[in-house]
């Protein structure tokens, strides 16, 4: 069993930034390959990034140049930072894992707001 806690939401201007952060306690996060979705209300949950057990990385056309994913094992997290920030990224942001093996993980969530 894996608990995966994300922090680091907020309240951001346009064109600020955040980093995200999602933090895991039970297992290693090494073997699993991690993501970020968000759902804004009143919308379904979509994939943001996602980046494999050896560090490739994928990205939503929506934030590609302005997002990076990134893990560090040593530390058991992995980071969203975001930059250049919009309206349009209003939203619960959680993190997802899966081992090699099977299972599915998911964080309770964390909300960036984005507004002038």
């Known amino acids: 069993q894996v608990q995966l806690v994300e922090s680091g939401g907020g309240l951001v201007q346009p064109g600020g930034s955040l980093r995200l952060s999602c933090e895991a306690s039970?297992?290693?996060?090494?073997?699993?390959?991690m993501d970020w979705y968000r759902q804004a209300p009143g919308k379904q949950r979509e994939l943001v990034a996602a980046?494999?057990?050896?560090?490739?990385?994928n990205y939503a056309d929506f934030v590609k140049g302005r997002f990076t994913i990134s893990r560090d094992n040593a530390k058991n997290t992995v980071y969203l930072q975001m930059n250049k920030l919009i309206p349009e990224d209003t939203a619960v942001y959680y993190c997802?894992?899966?081992?090699?093996?099977?299972?599915?993980?998911w964080g309770q969530g964390t909300q960036v707001t984005v507004s002038s």
């Open positions: 039970g297992r290693s996060l090494s073997m699993f390959a």
């Open positions: 980046i494999t057990i050896i560090g490739r990385t």
């Open positions: 997802n894992g899966r081992h090699v093996t099977g299972g599915d993980y």
